[in-house]
Nanobody
Framework: QLQASGGGLVQAGGSLRLSCVASGRTFSNYAMGWFRQAPGKEREFVAAIKWSGTMTYYADSVKRRFTISRDNAKNTVYLQMSSLKPEDTAVYYC????????????????WGQGTLVTVSS
């Protein structure tokens, strides 16, 4: 089970840190990803991190603004978001997959319930 938290309302230019805690099993050897879905849009890739934390991928739209990290001892993955824009408004989902690392949502088998991020202009 994955539990995402940390969403909320923030002004444009602000920052938020999302957390995703895994329970019930260990995901320390799983790739972890963050995806988001804005109202009326399809779910899209945001960031992903290899099980070891040594490799990360980002969507072009969030590069240099978002940072994904993980603490395997705490079974937790983070998404530090800065310089937030209104277009970042979405429900953010964390995911886990027994894969190398991927931008594709269909390669992740486990999903959290999502946390809403709203960025006001």
């Amino acid at each position: 089970q994955l539990q995402a938290s940390g969403g909320g309302l923030v002004q444009a230019g602000g920052s938020l840190r999302l957390s995703c805690v895994a329970s019930g099993r260990t995901f320390s050897n799983y790739a972890m990803g963050w995806f988001r879905q804005a109202p009326g849009k399809e779910r899209e890739f945001v960031a992903a991190i290899k099980w070891s934390g040594t490799m990360t991928y980002y969507a072009d739209s969030v590069k240099r603004r978002f940072t994904i990290s993980r603490d395997n001892a705490k079974n937790t993955v983070y998404l530090q978001m800065s310089s937030l824009k209104p277009e970042d408004t979405a429900v953010y989902y964390c995911s886990a997959g027994n894969i190398w690392v991927s931008r594709r949502d269909d390669e992740y088998a486990y999903w959290g319930q999502g946390t809403l991020v709203t960025v006001s202009s």
